[in-house]
């Protein structure tokens, strides 16, 4: 498949590293290209060239660089799958307030309304995107997903499991403030307490467990 970056950092860098062995064939669109990683498995090239290539497209920048660089793309990002792994973060790494919208996602879709919008790996960490660290102990590393578009769910879905990732959708977009909660959590726990970057999570489901009927849930 045919997935860009938006954005080449650690994150985004490892993460298409991750996709580019897994047989995809990936670009990264960086603000400028010298910037570039030596050895990379993937193309280099502008953001804009990215976003008109990706049949995905993943945003790896930060969170408040968007609301100037994600408008000038928008024509080239409608009708695609787009991938949100952005957290909304201060300096000092605590959660950015965000006023009117409830999560990073959800102000996104504003920004790129005819896009078919996805939150997915802001809960994992650029330092274990590699295929030993993905795997803890026998189960892997979960990437969760929502989004409002099923179809764009699974494509997500099944491109994080070519990666190593036990993915699992989690529902509809509005639930990304959760996600993002939990990716507070895990900065919180990884650099405020000294926990370090070695960390995911595993969501561990019980084989043959099933959802709950809705006369069993619990509001």
Known sequence: MKIAFLGGGNFGGNLASLLAAAGHDVVVGLRDITRARPSANYRVTSLEEAAAYGDVVVIAILYQACADTLPPLASRLNGKIVVDATNALQDDWSPLPLGAFASAAETLRHLLPAARLVK????????IMTPDRLDRSGQSVTA?????DAQANTVVADIAASAGFAPVVT???????????????????????GGGTDAGF?????????????SQQHV
């Open 202 to 214: 595993v969501y561990h489901r019980a084989d043959g467990a099933r959802p709950p009927r809705a």
């Open 144 to 148: 969760f997903i929502a989004g409002d």
């Open 171 to 193: 529902g509809p977009l509005r639930n990304a403030r959760y996600l993002e909660a939990m990716a507070h959590l895990n900065i919180q726990i990884a650099v405020r307490q």
């Open 120 to 127: 997915a790996f802001n809960t994992v960490f650029a330092d």
